[in-house]
T-cell receptor
């Protein structure tokens, strides 16, 4: 069955520290992969997407993600976290057709 | 562009009442999606439309839920009668094209509370 796993329900990092949010997916074919961010009371905003080509993709707000087919992973990274990055982050896989499967989300807390 | 517009932003109603949520997609987008977000189930796709036609409504939880898209710029999600377990945030999203070519753009959501 198709699924997306974000193993960390929440993560706390210090401001200025690096960040990596994990995402693993289960899908038989090459997936279309996304990371979204949701601030409290807001909708989902696209951070970055992978369709094909270079497996390291750059997104907005200084985020990047790397697609690793052998590990079925699409981890999100940022070299230096800002307090404004505190939010919930969702990894998503678009399967055949228009079905998008979202992970359960990882809530990021940033401490001063 | 104003983005995807949803109204109301918050809705509080009593069990048994009819609830109508509204969505205006981004102009020119051919696809419209309705999602529900809850703590227990996360983000779930309820239904999506292509060129105003419902394509897949397999995510609609039960007959109390219905969705329409009378024209390219407006869609509604109706719950009748509403129940406390329908309390959730409902998102509308639209996209311009096919998978692998673009992504969805989400509205701010409607937070529904059924007492």
């Amino acid at each position: 069955a198709q699924s997306v796993t974000q193993p960390d329900i929440h993560i706390t990092v210090s401001e200025g520290a690096s960040l990596e949010l994990r995402c693993n997916y289960s899908y038989g074919a090459t997936p279309y992969l996304f990371w979204y961010v949701q601030s409290p009371g807001q909708g989902l905003q696209l951070l970055l997407k992978y369709f094909s080509g270079d497996t390291l993709v750059q997104g907005i707000k200084g985020f990047e993600a790397e697609f690793k087919r052998s590990q079925s992973s699409f981890n999100l990274r940022k070299p230096s976290v800002h307090w404004s990055d505190a939010a919930e982050y969702f990894c998503a896989v678009e399967t055949g057709g228009f079905k998008t499967i979202f992970g359960a989300g990882t809530r990021l807390f940033v401490k001063a | 562009d104003a983005g995807v517009i949803q109204s109301p932003r918050h809705e509080v109603t009593e069990m048994g009442q009819e609830v109508t949520l509204r969505c205006k997609p981004i102009s020119g987008h051919d696809y419209l999606f309705w999602y529900r977000q809850t703590m227990m189930r996360g983000l779930e796709l309820l239904i999506y439309f292509n060129n105003n036609v419902p394509i897949d409504d397999s995510g609609m939880p039960e007959d109390r839920f219905s969705a329409k898209m009378p024209n390219a710029s407006f869609s509604t999600l109706k719950i009748q009668p509403s129940e406390p377990r329908d309390s959730a945030v409902y998102f509308c999203a639209s996209r311009p094209g096919l998978p692998g070519t673009d992504t969805q753009y989400f509205g701010p959501g409607t937070r529904l509370t059924v007492l």
